[in-house]
């Protein structure tokens, strides 16, 4: 009993903090995931149409080793590089981030039933048509899976940024290492999870919504 | 009409899959492309919306030079069914089949209209069906939809490859009986791809069979099945299927048999029908039309009356080009003496006796169970 009451009032002392690090954190994650689908997404599609085998794999090789660097060793990486900050920490988490959406989007694009795509062509729609009206749709529940992947993924890698100084629950997490504060530890995590579940529930409505099959 | 003039199509690796192909395709008539795989006749067919490119001859349609036309348009204007249904899984019954329509750009009212107007055809209720989803029909159903997106945008000619061969035994009979009936309805030039013999003398109107990049023969289903260019043909029809053909009505009809006109008295027609030793002739006015048959002893009873009050005419029409499977069947159920046949227009075309079709029929029969005992 004592301890919730303490807990409670530990909400009650750092809330403005903790709101501070949850946005922070929020931030980061937000910022990496866009930019991520931005450039992932369209190259996905671009290299769906290529027809060179040996730059398609090399992308894909790229994108797999920056995910085989341990999370810690690409942030310090990134120190010399951009220095200390939102930046850096952004940066590193956005090259974790595209080899899982490429490889979905990607072999979402590309697991489209033949049939569907050679009906659409015979039917008269043009390139770019295709791709909006029946490709990219048809592929979305794969892409948005991807999407889902990576949103956890990174929600929870964002907690490591705060290694490099970007802020975030990461934070709260090593100031509760420092202070031997089980309220601080317990707090970031239970919120990194939290947000992470948020998200994952949100973008499974939102792939509910608009595929169908 | 299309056309296809000197066409060849020569892969880049060599492999030439056409060889100077001269075709047209029969306007408002089912076309059937057949052969055994790799003769060339999907490559045949894809030519025609250009989803392949041929290497050199030329395509008309309507007279017009196909690379003329921009190939987006083209394609718009022409159906397009295939084998594996492609329908787009992410939209509903109504988007696919207003598919076509939406990129002609039609107003949402007239699409609305089309599209009810198109599942009432396949006798799919548009209450239910128009917002479900592909994945929540049957086989069947898919490709009911699927002919029916093809015909959305009510093009003239329809592509159809393999558009039957996915579906279960059951539900290609009845897609293939559906097509029959609607293309009485629609009349549209329609260019289907087979490879299953069955379907194409069931559904064609002309069959085109091909080998090697090569047309080896075409001709109405009757026509080559009565006369086989040549082994290849005979061996792909198989010869189950021409053991069970009867020769066509055309070479059974009797052009020369007498007729009379309905000005004609019942004493002339008495001297006639003795004369040449019949007991049934078929009446025609002055234009050639028939209008009934009159037999001899009906005459010998009533001397006195007119001709006109003598004239029946109980038997179904038998027109030249009904199959001849159908003629037989006319025959069990209505006994004569003569089976007048009928040319489109109602003209009298000739006749064919019944004495005649027995001989055939015991001809027939003796030389299937001839060649039965030949493989026994």
């Known amino acids: 009993m004592e301890f919730i009451t303490d807990y409670v009032m530990f909400w009650q002392d750092e809330y403005q903090s903790i709101m501070t690090y949850t946005s922070e954190h929020l931030l980061i994650s937000f910022v990496v995931i866009v930019l991520s689908i931005l450039v992932t997404v369209p190259l996905a599609v671009y290299m769906t149409k290529m027809k060179n085998d040996k730059i398609k794999s090399l992308i894909f090789n790229i994108a797999n080793i920056f995910q085989t660097i341990p999370t810690i060793a690409l942030l310090a990486i990134m120190i010399p590089l951009l220095g200390i900050g939102f930046a850096p920490a952004v940066t590193a988490l956005f090259l974790y981030a595209l080899l899982p959406l490429l490889r979905n989007t990607y072999t979402g694009i590309k697991s489209i039933d033949p049939s569907i795509v050679e009906a659409a062509k015979g039917m008269g729609f043009t390139t770019m048509g295709r791709l909006f009206k029946i490709e990219l749709p048809a592929a979305l529940p794969y892409v948005m899976s991807g999407i889902r992947v990576t949103t956890v993924y990174i929600i929870s890698w964002t907690t490591l940024a705060a290694l490099i100084g970007a802020g975030g629950l990461g934070d709260l997490i090593l100031a509760g290492i420092g202070y031997n504060d089980q309220y601080m530890i317990f707090t970031g995590t239970l919120l990194a999870i939290v947000i992470a579940l948020l998200l994952d529930l949100a973008f499974g409505k939102l792939e509910k919504k608009y595929t169908n099959a | ?376």
């Open chain 2, 1 to 376: 009409m299309i056309e296809l003039k000197g066409i060849n199509k020569i892969y880049d690796d060599g492999f030439q899959a056409l060889k100077d192909i001269d075709l047209t395709f029969e306007e408002g008539k089912i076309n059937v492309l057949i052969g055994p795989s790799g003769c060339g006749k999907t490559t045949t067919m894809k030519l025609l919306n250009r989803l392949t490119d041929y290497t050199d001859g030329d395509i008309l349609i309507d007279d017009q030079n196909m690379k003329q036309i921009n190939p987006f348009e083209l394609r718009r204007q022409m159906g397009y069914v295939i084998q594996n249904i492609g329908l787009f899984p992410h939209m509903s019954i109504f988007d696919n089949v207003a598919t076509v329509p939406k990129l002609l750009k039609w107003n949402k009212h007239k699409i609305r209209e089309r599209v009810d107007e198109l599942l009432n055809m396949v006798n799919l209720d548009p209450e239910t069906y128009r917002n479900r989803y592909p994945a929540e029909l049957s086989g069947g159903q898919q490709q009911r939809i699927g002919v029916i997106r093809a015909l959305a945008a009510e093009p003239s000619t329809i592509l159809m490859d393999e558009p039957f061969s996915a579906l279960d035994p059951i539900s290609r009979e009845q897609l293939q009986d559906e097509l029959t009936k609607l293309q009485q309805e629609i009349n549209k030039t329609i260019i289907f791809v087979t490879h299953d013999m069955d379907e194409a003398i069931k559904i064609a109107d002309q069959i085109i069979l091909m080998k090697d990049g090569e047309i080896v023969q075409k001709g109405a289903p009757q026509e080559i099945l009565a006369n086989p260019a040549n082994e290849f043909v005979t061996e792909f029809i198989g010869e189950d299927r021409l053991e069970n053909v009867l020769p066509s009505i055309q070479d059974m009809i009797q052009s020369d048999y007498p007729s009379i006109s309905l000005n004609t008295t019942v004493e002339q027609s008495i001297q006639l029908l003795s004369r040449y030793q019949i007991s049934d002739i078929p009446v025609v006015d002055e234009n050639g039309a028939f209008n009934g048959i009159v037999n001899l002893f009906d005459l010998l009873n009533n001397k006195r009356t007119d001709l006109k009050t003598f004239i029946h005419d109980t038997l179904p029409t038998i027109t030249e080009n009904m199959d001849s499977h159908r003629l037989m069947q006319i025959f069990h159920e209505h006994k004569s003496t003569v089976y007048p046949i009928q040319t489109k227009e109602g003209n009298l075309a000739g006749v064919v006796e019944r004495k005649q079709l027995v001989h055939l029929l015991h001809q027939f029969y003796m030389n299937k169970s001839g060649d039965s005992e030949w493989s026994s």
